[in-house]
Each structure stands twice: as C-alpha cells, then as structure tokens.
C-alpha cells in the first residue's frame, strides 16, 4: 500500500456520507470514525471538511439532522437519510458501481494481439 | 432522559450555536479518543485539532449554508401557507355558491359603476381640451337686458376689429344635414366656420389643407374640410381628395382632413367657409356662436370689460335695433362642461356611495359568517392556531372575494361605458372614452380598501372573542335560520338597490345629454337656408 493518502475526488464525500448514513442514523463525529477506519486512512480527508459537506445535503434534502442526547450523555447533531437521500444513495452507487466496473475493465484486460 | 429524546430547541437552535456546538463535539470527542488510545492530553487537542483543518473557515461555510437553507425554508413555507389559506378560502367560497355569488356580484356592481363613472369623469372633466393652450380659448356671448344671445355677424365683426384682448375670434354654427357623397346620401354634421376659426384652434390637418382666404369670401369656391372619423369610415381614407366631393346645399371640394382627436364643434363631420353664404348685417340677427382666444396674459374679466365698453359704444350707435348690454366671456374648457360637472359629480358621488353600500353589506354579511364560524375558530385557537393565522385566513377569503369582484367589475364596467357611451349626448364628446390605466388603479384600490374594510372587521371580531365562551355560544350552532334568512334578505335587497341606482345613473346621462342638446333656438345655423 501506497504511504502517502490520495486526494478525494470531486463528490466523493457526498457519497460516502450517503452510504455511511445508509446504514443508519449517526453524528458527525461517528460518521468521521467511519470513514477512518473503513478506508484505511487511505483517502485524504480533512475532518473538517465533513461538516459543510452534511449541511449541503441538508439544503438538497437529501438528509435531516436533530440534537439529540447520546449513551454517554452529551448533545449531538445526527443526522439522517430522507426518502429523497436514499434514492440518491440508490442511484449514485450505481453508477459508482458501473463507472468502477468500467474502470476495472479497461485497466486490467490485456489484448489478445498488437492493438495497431 | 432517554438517548433518543429529542432536546426541546432542536429545531430552532440559533444557527451560530448550532455550528458551534456540532463542531466543538467533534474536536472533544476526537480528543478523548486520542487520550483512549494513550496520547497525552495536551498533544491530543493539539492532533484533533489539526486533523480537523481550518476550524475558522469550515465554521463560516457551515453557517452560511445552514443560514441560506433556513432563509428558503422560511420563504417556502411562507408561500405554503398563502396556498394554503388560498385552498381553504376557495373551498370555503365554493361552499356556499350563494353568499359567493352574491358578494362578488355585489362588488362588481359597486367597482364596475365606479369604473365607468370614473372613465367618464375624467375623460369630460379632468382631461384638458385637445388644444394647444386651452387655458387661452373662451366662448363669447352677449349678455341682454333678460339673460343672454349669440353674437350677430355684424357684432362679431366689430368685436373682432376693435377689441385688444384678443389674439383672434371666429365665428360658427353647425347643423344636421343630408348629404350627397360617392357613396350615396349619408347624414352628417356640418359646421360653418369663419376664417380665423383654425388658426384659433391652431389645426394643422392630418392630410391636405385647409380653406384659403379666396375661398373664404361670398362667391369663393366651394372646399370642405372633413373629420378623420368621416374620413376613414364614409370615404374610405382615400389619400387623394381630389376626386372627392360632398353636396350638401353646395357641391363641395373635399380638401383637407382634420386629426383624429379635433370634433369642435358637437363633433361635426364637416367643416365649410362661414363666409360663403352672405351674412346679414342686421345687429339683432343672434345667428352665431363665437369663440376666442385671449392674449397671453389677458384675464377673461379683462376681456370682458373691454367687450363691455366696445358693446355700448355699439348700443349707442345702432339704438333701438340693437339688444345687447354687454359681453359674456367664459373658458371654453369650463363651458363645454359646466352643465355636465354637477351631474357628472352626482354620478361619482352616488357610485361612490353605491361602492361603500356595497362595502358595508359585506362586510355584515361576512361578519355574521365569521359569527356563525365563530365554533370552527375557536376550536382552532383551543388546538393552538396562532391568532394572526386565523386573521390571515379570513383576510385570505376577503381578498380572494375582492379580487372576483374586480375581475368581474372590471367586465361590468367595460359594459357599462359601452352604454354610457351611447346613450351620451355628441357634445360630451364621449367617443373616445376608454378604460385607461388610471381607471384600473382606482378600482384596484377600491377593490384593496374593500377587502381590508370586509376582511379585517369580522377577523378581529371573530378571532377576538374569548375561545371558551365562543365554544359555548358556538354549541348553539351560532345562527338561527331566521337570522340567515335576514341577512339573504339584506343582500339581496343590496343588490336590488345598486340596480336601482345604476338605472338612475344612466337616466341622469340622458337627462343631462337633453340638458345639454337643448338650445336656445338661434344657435343652430339654420337661417341661411330660411332667408
């Protein structure tokens, strides 16, 4: 594995919020924790940069977020999908799905004769 | 408390607080987790804190989409309310087709007499005359020992050679004739003008010209001069005159058309040389109509002292066989509606009137609505509508009523100007009478006064009163049928009575259209066919 993170591309983090909420109700704190862990630190993400990005989608009405007392007793702001986020999440998997597919496709196919 | 429970303020956290917190729970909890993982405390604020970024900038984008979100939420929702205050009224409305009709045809009626009034009140007395400086033209009589006569020839004549206060005076009269064109006999109104009569009125026609000195002179040729409207409609708006004559007691050379809005006098259709005919000299021969235009700077009174002193210099000459004591001077615009001013007022007045009876009876009837919905409010201030809500609700359902009326009135009144129109006498010069814009604004206002009068009274009567013993009266069922049956009876007798005093308008035109038409005998220039 490559040492240093790569740059996210552009609206990956709407994505990735959308699959992480998919999965339920969270904060922001949580959702961070999330990303971390699951791409490795292999994705350069600014923590900070989370938090504009979860009000953006709030303004599409793509989630919706209410204070609310966590199990260790302190206010957070969670977040979650509404039925439009979730057709969103729907739609933007699959095409993340074909475009890595196609993707995956080109990259790793070697051609049977010269291709000239 | 349970962890799902929602905090109290979660909706309406300010938006500085809200960012604030969000992000400062983020940088503690990063922090404890460091401290979890065993990294000492001070270094561990110091790594969330430069694992977050710019806490400065992300903070400011933050709050200023959130405060953009909440600014188009509140716009939306704001326009949801209005749709649905507007829903509720329209269902409302439809609830009760009757009162619905008759309120909206109530306020036509109102709105759309007042209109048409308005149209023609200001067409006749606000509107200045179509000429250029109309302050300088004055109507000339003479005033008799009993009341007053049209200037004879042979005085007109002296008035015009002596008299100072005057940049020039001119001579005519007009009468119904039938005349011979191309097309066949056609009734039309002719006037005979003196030659000073154009250059007064500073006419420049809109096609040809007008008669030359040679032809004003007994023996002249014969050249008219026609209407824009005679023009267009009988001649077919030819632009060559020269294959066009008019035979009334002459054959006439048609030679000149005048501009649109010209029709002095009576709105004639042709005008011909006064001075063809020859005149009489007599001093008692009252066959004229005179008009004039004073010297920038002469008053009308001037004007008349000195008519005054020319006259009896004139009596004393020409005694007995002459009648004259003096000069009658008034301005022209003044003249021509001063006999249509005080029943031209009455007429706005009474639709004024008409308007705010109509006003006053809806909003009874609105009111004994709203009392008979008093239960249905306050049930709903009991289950927590805000009073400004329910005030927006009845305002919603008056201004939706208003804005019927106006529509309709709108259409009424085109109507009724159509009839106005006719039944109006030609020298109102009415023809040209529209809707203009002003109109519109002063029926959009009066439609905008009688919501606030219909809508605002019953919302805060009803809304006012106490929920709980609104509750109890409500339980009644709030009207009897024989109070319904009252207030139907008013409407209705509302309505009889704004036909009545339409009626009545449109009597008081034609009264005041004979007021007008009816002459004292000399003036129409009948007498060159009477010698």
Same mark, same amino acid.
């Given at each position: ?18 699959? /992480? ?41 793509? &989630? ?13 702001? &969670? ?20 475009? &890595?597919?196609?993707? /995956? ?12 | ?26 940088? #503690?909890? !990063?922090?404890?987790?460091?401290? =979890? ?7 561990a604020?110091?790594?969330? !804190?430069?694992?977050? *970024? ?8 933050c ?5 953009? =979100? ?5 716009? =939306? ?40 009034? @308005? ?27 009993? *009341? ?11 008035? !015009? ?7 020039g005076?001119?001579?005519? *009269? ?27 009125? %500073? ?5 040809? %010209?007008?008669p +030359? ?15 824009? %409207? ?18 009334t ?12 809005? @010209? ?9 011909v ?81 008409l308007?705010?009876?109509? $006003?006053?009876?809806l ?9 008979a919905?008093s239960?249905?409010?306050?049930? %709903? ?6 009073? +400004? ?9 008056? =201004?939706?009523? #208003?804005?019927?009326? $106006? ?22 010069? +009415? ?34 009163? #106490? ?8 339980g ?25 005093l339409?009626?009545g ?21 009948? $007498?060159?066919?009477?010698?």
């Open positions: 594995m490559s040492a240093t993170p790569m740059p996210l591309l552009k609206g990956t983090l709407d994505v990735i919020i959308l699959r /992480t909420l998919g999965w339920g109700p969270a904060h922001g704190y949580a959702i961070s924790r999330w990303i971390r862990q699951t791409t490795g630190e292999e994705l350069q993400i600014e923590e900070g940069a989370l938090y504009p990005a979860l009000r953006r989608l709030e303004e599409r009405g793509w &989630v919706d977020s209410s204070w609310k007392t966590t199990e260790t007793g302190r206010d957070a702001k &969670v977040y979650r999908l509404t039925a439009l986020g979730r057709q969103q999440l729907q739609s933007e998997l699959r095409s993340w799905t074909r475009y &890595v597919a196609a993707m /995956t496709r080109v990259l790793e196919t070697r051609p049977a004769e010269a291709l000239a | 408390m349970r962890p799902d429970e929602e905090l109290p303020l979660s909706r309406a956290l300010p938006v500085d607080e809200d960012v604030d917190r969000e992000l400062a729970y983020h940088l #503690a909890e !990063r922090e404890r987790e460091l401290v =979890a993982q065993g990294m000492l405390p001070e270094l604020r110091a790594e969330a !804190r430069a694992a977050f *970024g710019d806490l400065k900038r992300v903070g400011a984008e709050r200023e989409i959130t405060r953009r =979100a909440r600014r188009a939420q509140r716009r =939306a929702e704001r326009l949801e309310g209005v749709r649905q205050d507007l829903v509720l009224a329209l269902r409302l409305l439809r609830k009760t087709p009757g009162f619905t009709l008759a309120a909206v045809l109530t306020l036509a009626l109102g709105i759309g007499a007042n209109a048409a009034i @308005f149209s023609v009140v200001n067409q006749v007395l606000l509107k200045p005359l179509p000429y250029e400086e109309p302050g300088q033209l004055v109507d000339l009589v003479e005033s008799h020992a009993k *009341g007053w006569g049209s200037p004879p020839w042979a005085n007109l004549l002296d008035w !015009r050679a002596s008299a100072r206060s005057f940049q005076m001119a001579g005519y *009269g007009s009468s119904m004739e039938t005349a011979l064109i191309s097309a066949g006999p056609v009734r039309i109104r002719e006037a005979e003008v003196s030659q000073d009569f154009f250059p007064l009125l %500073r006419v420049t026609p809109l096609l040809g %010209r007008l +030359l000195p040679d032809e004003q002179r007994i023996g002249g040729n014969p050249v008219a001069v026609v209407s824009e %409207r005679f023009w267009r409609v009988q001649l077919g708006s030819p632009s060559d005159l020269s294959s066009q004559r008019i035979r007691s002459r054959d006439y050379q048609v030679i000149g058309v005048l501009p649109p809005e @010209f029709g002095f006098p009576s709105n004639s259709d042709m005008w040389p006064l001075e063809l005919s020859e005149q009489t000299m007599s001093r008692t021969a009252h066959n004229w109509s005179a008009i004039a235009r004073l010297r920038p700077g002469v008053t009308v009174a001037d004007a008349k002292r000195e008519l005054d002193t020319l006259t009896a210099r004139l009596a004393a000459q020409y005694q007995p066989d002459f009648d004259a004591t003096g000069a009658i001077v008034t301005p022209l615009q003044s003249l021509l509606t001063s006999s249509a001013r005080a029943p031209l007022f009455l007429l706005l007045g009474a639709s004024a009137l308007l705010l009876a109509a $006003c006053t009876n909003a009874s009837s609105m009111l004994a609505r709203g009392l919905r239960r249905e409010v306050a049930v %709903r201030i009991a289950i927590g509508a805000g009073r +400004l809500r329910i005030v927006r609700q009845l305002f919603t359902e008056a =201004a939706l009523l #208003a804005l019927l009326g $106006c529509v309709a009135g709108l259409g009424l009144a085109a109507l009724l100007l159509r009839v106005l129109v006719h039944l109006a006498p030609a020298s109102l010069n +009415l023809a040209s009478v529209r809707l203009d814009g002003w109109v519109l604004l002063f029926t959009i206002l009066a439609a905008m006064t009688t919501t606030v009068l219909i809508g605002l009274f019953p919302a805060l009567r009803t809304s006012g009163a #106490a929920p709980g013993l609104a509750l109890r009266e409500g009644r069922g709030g009207q009897s049928p024989a109070e319904r049956r009252i207030w139907n009876g008013l409407v209705i007798a509302e309505v009889a009575l704004a036909a009545t339409l009626s308008s449109g009597l008081l035109i034609r009264s005041l259209g004979r007021v007008l038409e009816v002459d004292p005998g000399f003036r129409e220039s009948g $007498c060159s066919r009477w010698r």
